[in-house]
């Protein structure tokens, strides 16, 4: 069986990344999602093994010291990480398995993983961008401005990834990186 390879998709807050990576075909694909590990406690529409796994701040900082995870961080006195042992386990299985992160942990997994499938997606623009984050409706303009700083810091960033999508229409987006998957990853596609 041919081993699956790790599908990288990043990019800046409300750039889109969720909502691609819903429309993309998993089965024809050859796709499944990694499950981060958090030490946020569960909300009422979190699924244990789906969502999240949860664990204690002591089971993740062990999970450090062991160098378990592909990569990690800390958001809001929570912490966030992709335990490398089922990560490797469904690459071994010969799945594909999709990582959507943010940019900093991106860049930990494509120094583990240089041959990871690295693709970040582009705003149309600064401005797009912020449209985008203003329409979400979950956040004050200090928090908007806050995230479009750190967005102008990572889309510096966009040159360390193998790939660049501009998610300016949806349905060309998730068709490029449809494409994308198809050339350079194992796939079910006859």
């Known amino acids: 069986m041919k081993k699956g390879s790790i599908i990288v998709l990043s990019g800046p807050s409300g750039v889109g990344k969720g909502t691609l990576r819903a429309k993309l075909d998993y089965d024809k694909l050859n796709l499944v999602n990694s499950v981060s590990w958090t030490t946020r406690k569960p909300r009422e529409e979190d699924i244990e093994g789906v969502t999240y796994h949860f664990v204690s701040q002591e089971e993740f900082e062990q999970n450090i010291k062991e160098n378990g995870f592909a990569?990690?961080?800390?958001?809001?006195s929570h912490a966030y990480g992709t335990p490398k042992k089922g990560l490797e386990e469904k690459l071994e299985?010969?799945?594909?398995?999709?990582?959507?992160?943010?940019?900093?942990?991106?860049?930990?997994?494509?120094?583990?993983?240089?041959?990871?499938?690295?693709?970040?997606?582009?705003?149309?623009?600064?401005?797009?961008?912020e449209k985008r984050l203003v329409g979400?409706?979950?956040?004050?303009?200090?928090?908007?401005?806050?995230?479009?700083?750190?967005?102008?810091?990572?889309?510096?960033?966009?040159?360390?990834y193998r790939f660049k999508v501009v998610n300016d229409d949806l349905d060309r987006a998730v068709k490029e990186i449809e494409q994308i998957i198809q050339e350079n990853a194992p796939t079910n596609e006859k």
């Open 71 to 76: 990569e990690y961080a800390g958001f809001s």
């Open 93 to 129: 299985a010969g799945k594909n398995v999709m990582l959507e992160i943010e940019v900093q942990g991106a860049l930990q997994v494509m120094d583990q993983y240089p041959e990871a499938l690295s693709i970040f997606i582009l705003p149309p623009s600064i401005e797009e961008l």
């Open 136 to 160: 979400r409706n979950s956040e004050d303009e200090a928090a908007i401005q806050q995230r479009l700083s750190r967005a102008k810091e990572e889309l510096a960033l966009q040159d360390r």
